[in-house]
T-cell receptor, first 116, second 115 residues
Framework: NAGVTQTPKFQVLKTGQSMTLQCAQDMNHEYMSWYRQDPGMGLRLIHYSVGAGITDQGEVPNGYNVSRSTTEDFPLRLLSAAPSQTSVYFC???????????????FGPGTRLLVL | AQSVTQLDSQVPVFEEAPVELRCNYSSSVSVYLFWYVQYPNQGLQLLLKYLSGSTLVKGINGFEAEFNKSQTSFHLRKPSVHISDTAEYFCAVGHGSGNTGKLIFGQGTTLQVKP
């Protein structure tokens, strides 16, 4: 299994540009999440999904959109990038309650985004 | 609302010394507790977790943590650290309703192991 994969690894954007951060998992996990990591602030939840077709907002959703058309994929869209969105973005997945792995979340390697 | 506080932003320690990284949480419901480690330029990796049962939880790489409900703490310990333990450590809480998409993370503690 590849686990959780993210592309690209690094991206530079200009203010106002749009882009999509890709996330895929091959573990048949129902739950997927997007976090951003900023120095001194830990990881903050942007959006999450409890299954295909179901998404919800996390702690810092403004400026980001998500969709979940398949179990495997959970892309994160920046509609109009701003310098405040410069961060490292992590995608994670988990099997959900009642499964053998419990509540463990598996993280991708991250995407470093710089918005100029 | 849930929150997680990691009481130390940086912990310097000499190799082979013991270490404790402190984590306190607040929650009005039962919780699941986690410690994740992030090595430089990598994603997060699970060290250990508490879901239920024994309050002393053992994880990978010789780490352990103790869940203390009365003190709402979940401190991480290792009796003897190695240079390779240098990393950032995150405590996280998920609440007991099973909505695993929502983990609340602490701010992180940088463990710096010196030779």
């Amino acid at each position: 299994n590849a686990g959780v994969t993210q592309t690209p690894k690094f991206q530079v954007l200009k203010t106002g540009q749009s882009m999509t951060l890709q996330c895929a998992q091959d573990m048949n996990h129902e739950y997927m999440s997007w976090y951003r990591q900023d120095p001194g602030m830990g990881l903050r939840l942007i959006h999450y999904s409890v299954g295909a077709g179901i998404t919800d907002q996390g702690e810092v959703p403004n400026g980001y959109n998500v969709s979940r058309s398949t179990t495997e994929d959970f892309p994160l869209r920046l509609l109009s990038a701003a310098p405040s969105q410069t961060s490292v973005y992590f995608c994670a997945s988990s099997s959900g309650p009642g499964q053998g792995s419990g509540e463990t979340q598996y993280f991708g390697p991250g995407t470093r985004l710089l918005v100029l | 609302a849930q929150s997680v506080t990691q009481l130390d932003s940086q912990v310097p320690v000499f190799e082979e010394a013991p270490v404790e990284l402190r984590c306190n949480y607040s929650s009005s419901v039962s919780v699941y507790l986690f410690w994740y480690v992030q090595y430089p330029n990598q994603g997060l990796q699970l060290l250990l977790k508490y879901l239920s049962g024994s309050t002393l939880v053992k994880g990978i790489n010789g780490f352990e943590a103790e869940f203390n409900k009365s003190q709402t703490s979940f401190h991480l310990r290792k009796p003897s650290v190695h240079i390779s333990d240098t990393a950032e450590y995150f405590c996280a809480v998920g609440h007991g309703s099973g909505n695993t998409g929502k983990l609340i993370f602490g701010q992180g503690t940088t463990l710096q192991v010196k030779p």
